[in-house]
C-alpha cells in the first residue's frame, strides 16, 4: 500500500506538471494610441485636441484654436510635418531626412512668422544616441 501511495503522488507530479501549448492565450501587441486630450491653462481656459491615426501612425493632429499638424511618411519614417496656422494658411514645414533609417536632417521652413529656413543636420552616436 506505501508503494502505491507513492506511485500515486509521483504520477500525480508529472500529471499536474503537463502543458498544453494550444490554450496558450497570445499577448494582444495592439498599440494603445492617444485619440483625444485636453489642456488646462493657468488663466482657466481649456483647449481640446484631436488626434486622427492610419493604424499607428500619425496623421493630424487638430486644435480646437484651429491650428492642425498633417504629418507624411516615406515608409514608418516622417518625412514632412506641415503646420497650418488658425487661418487655414501653411506657417511652417519640416522635412525629414534619414541615413540608413536613422534620422540625419531635418529642414525647418518658416512661412509667416519670419520667411526663413533652418537646416538642422544630426549627428548618430552610436544605435541608440544622436548628438
Partial sequence: MKNFLQILLISSLFIGCTSNDDEVTPEDTTPILLTKYDTKYK???TNETIL???GDKILEIIDAD???EVYAYDGDNISKL???NDKGEIDETFENYYTDGKLSK???KSYIASNETITYNY???NDNHMQ
Fill in 52 to 54: 486622427k491615426y492610419n
Fill in 82 to 84: 506641415t503646420v497650418f
Fill in 123 to 125: 549627428k548618430w552616436i
Fill in 43 to 45: 488663466n482657466g481656459d
Fill in 106 to 108: 531635418t529642414v525647418d
Fill in 66 to 68: 484651429g491650428w492642425k
